[in-house]
């Protein structure tokens, strides 16, 4: 039987997403000028990382971050998401 669980699933998924996220926030992979780069504080997380924007037109972004799930209402963030998703 397959050791495949949920969890372990979120987490491999997780390390995809902070490497997006990652070029989101230092601006990597955009034409546009990027942001100045972002500082971690020293509570950021240490686990990986699932970012999930259930609806285009939202600004709600749903965090995975372990077993916890934490909701962040940060329309900025949503469009940037999005945009490096690319369409469909």
């Given at each position: 039987m397959s050791d495949?669980?949920?969890?372990?699933f979120l987490a491999a998924a997780g390390i995809?997403?902070?490497g997006t996220t990652a070029g989101l926030m230092t601006g990597?992979?955009?034409?546009?000028?990027?942001p100045a780069a972002a500082t971690r504080?020293?509570?950021?997380?240490?686990?990986?990382?699932?970012?999930?924007?259930?609806?285009h037109f939202s600004d709600?972004?749903?965090?995975?971050?372990g077993e916890?799930?934490?909701v962040v209402h940060d329309?900025?963030?949503a469009a940037?998401?999005?945009n490096a998703a690319g369409g469909s």
């Open positions: 495949t669980s949920r969890r372990k995809g997403a902070a990597t992979g955009s034409a546009s000028a990027a504080d020293a509570g950021s997380a240490k686990q990986p990382v699932v970012a999930y924007v259930e609806h709600r972004v749903h965090l995975m971050v916890r799930e934490i329309r900025d963030l940037r998401i999005l």
